[in-house]
């Protein structure tokens, strides 16, 4: 599986986009998704997952306030939703395919990644 995640950009605080993460190959449905984040210094850390049936899990609850994940398996794709954008949600952001059924938050559990896309949340 190759993935190819788009949709970074410059907003400003409050802002919103949406990430996207094309996946190859016929079996997208067959992969749990998740997205992670990597800012500046830090470590990639989960944000959310969801599962082939649709199951979500995401890494805080305030951030489920404000990011949605969902698939389309017919489009093979993965989108993240980030509304009312924060300046500390600035990172590279990254989509990633795991076998498991259920999303997973560990990062080890994942073995298909996207390159990675760019969000800059300006104050």
């Known amino acids: 599986v190759q993935l190819q995640a788009s949709g970074g950009g410059l907003v400003q605080a409050g802002g919103s986009l949406r990430l996207s993460c094309a996946a190859s190959?016929?079996?997208?449905?067959?992969?749990?998704m998740g997205w992670f984040r990597q800012a500046p210094g830090n470590e990639r850390e989960f944000v959310a997952g969801?599962?082939?049936?649709?199951?979500?899990?995401y890494s805080s609850d305030s951030l489920k306030g404000r990011f949605t994940i969902s698939r389309d398996n017919a489009k093979n794709t993965v989108y993240l939703q980030m509304n009312r954008l924060k300046p500390e949600d600035t990172a590279v952001y990254y989509c990633?395919?795991?076998?498991?059924?259920?999303?997973?938050?560990?990062?080890?559990?994942?073995?298909?990644w996207g390159q990675g896309t760019l969000v800059t949340v300006s104050s």
């Open positions: 969801i599962g082939w049936n649709g199951g979500t899990t």
């Open positions: 990633a395919a795991s076998l498991l059924y259920s999303p997973s938050i560990d990062r080890g559990t994942f073995i298909y």
């Open positions: 190959g016929r079996t997208f449905s067959s992969y749990s």
